[in-house]
């Protein structure tokens, strides 16, 4: 719960009020912590470009 906070990824009232879920998101936190790819669904029924998640992981 703390980093769906954190990230501010929270659902808050999803289907039932007072029930909060975290977004479908993709964060990668590089070395140094800092955050090198982010994507946050704008649905709860999308998914991330995993070819553009894994090319960024790849990337030197």
């Known amino acids: ?3 769906v906070s954190a990230y501010g990824i929270a659902l808050d009232d999803f289907v039932i009020q007072g029930y909060t879920v975290a977004q479908r998101a993709v964060f990668v936190v ?3 912590g800092s955050i090198g790819f982010a994507w946050v669904a704008d649905n709860p029924g999308q ?3 995993y ?3 894994l090319a960024h992981c790849q990337s030197p």
């Open 1 to 3: 719960r703390s980093a």
């Open 30 to 32: 590089e070395a140094d």
């Open 47 to 49: 998914e991330p470009d």
């Open 51 to 53: 070819e553009a998640v």
